[in-house]
Nanobody, 123 residues
Framework: QVQLVESGGGSVKAGGSLRLSCVLSGFSTRGYCMAWHRQAPGKDREGVAS???????NYTDSVKGRFTISYDNAKNILYLQMNSLKLDDTGEYYCGASRMCAGTWPLVDLSVWGQGTQVTVSS
């Protein structure tokens, strides 16, 4: 059974850090690109960070220098290290994976997605 399960969300003060994890199971991730998306209340879902099968990463401008995406091939876990968190980083975070990629970004409608984990940043 193909499954992506996120964890690591929570409540944190602005300036703090969180590390999100996404366990991928039920399929081989060879050749897959992966990404973290987020959706804030009242806003569209947006891609936050992505990583290609060769390990190259890309980030949306608002998180560059603060977030780091990585993938542990041995454990099949996708991570998102989030530092210097801001109020605008609040939202539901989803991990996704696909063989169909635009650069390092999985095509949203052709991806498998997790159920999400909530991140709340307060002042």
């Amino acid at each position: 059974q193909v499954q992506l399960v996120e964890s690591g969300g929570g409540s944190v003060k602005a300036g703090g850090s969180l590390r999100l994890s996404c366990v991928l199971s039920g399929f081989s991730t060879r050749g897959y690109c992966m990404a973290w998306h987020r959706q804030a209340p009242g806003k569209d879902r947006e891609g936050v960070a992505s990583i290609g099968s060769e390990g190259r990463a890309n980030y949306t401008d608002s998180v560059k220098g603060r977030f780091t995406i990585s993938y542990d091939n041995a454990k099949n876990i996708l991570y998102l290290q989030m530092n210097s968190l801001k109020l605008d980083d609040t939202g539901e975070y989803y991990c996704g994976a696909s063989r169909m990629c635009a650069g390092t970004w999985p095509l949203v409608d052709l991806s498998v997605w997790g159920q999400g984990t909530q991140v709340t940043v307060s002042s």
